[in-house]
Nanobody, 122 residues
Framework: QVQLVESGGGLVQVGGSLRLSCSASGRTFSGWTMGWFRHSPGKEREFVAAIAWSAGTVFYSGFAEGRFTISRDKAQNTVYLEMNSLKPEDTAVYYC???????????????WGQGTQVTVSS
């Protein structure tokens, strides 16, 4: 059974940084894609970033490009999301997600973590 456990959320001021972690367990993830989504009240859940576990190829949404960095540590079975220059509109619950296979447009993971709250105060 795949389990994803996020950590690292919290309260940060505008312009600050946070690093989210997602500890993955339950199997080997070779050939899988891991990623992050976010959901804020009144909005639909939106894709943030994804990474191909084996090759390390990364994919970003437009708002994340240039400010957020996704990475993975194969030895630790952990995926990270480094977020810089945070804005109030980045406030959301951030979810780690995973699915076997490669990334495609409209990627739809079938494993999800419980989420971690990120609040950016102005």
């Amino acid at each position: 059974q795949v389990q994803l456990v996020e950590s690292g959320g919290g309260l940060v001021q505008v312009g600050g940084s946070l690093r989210l972690s997602c500890s993955a367990s339950g199997r080997t993830f070779s050939g899988w894609t891991m990623g992050w989504f976010r959901h804020s009240p009144g909005k639909e859940r939106e894709f943030v970033a994804a990474i191909a576990w084996s090759a390390g190829t990364v994919f970003y949404s437009g708002f994340a490009e240039g400010r957020f960095t996704i990475s993975r540590d194969k030895a630790q079975n952990t995926v990270y999301l480094e977020m810089n220059s945070l804005k109030p509109e980045d406030t959301a619950v951030y979810y780690c997600a995973a699915r076997s296979g490669g990334y495609v447009l409209g990627w739809s993971p079938n494993y999800w973590g419980q989420g971690t709250q990120v609040t950016v105060s102005s």
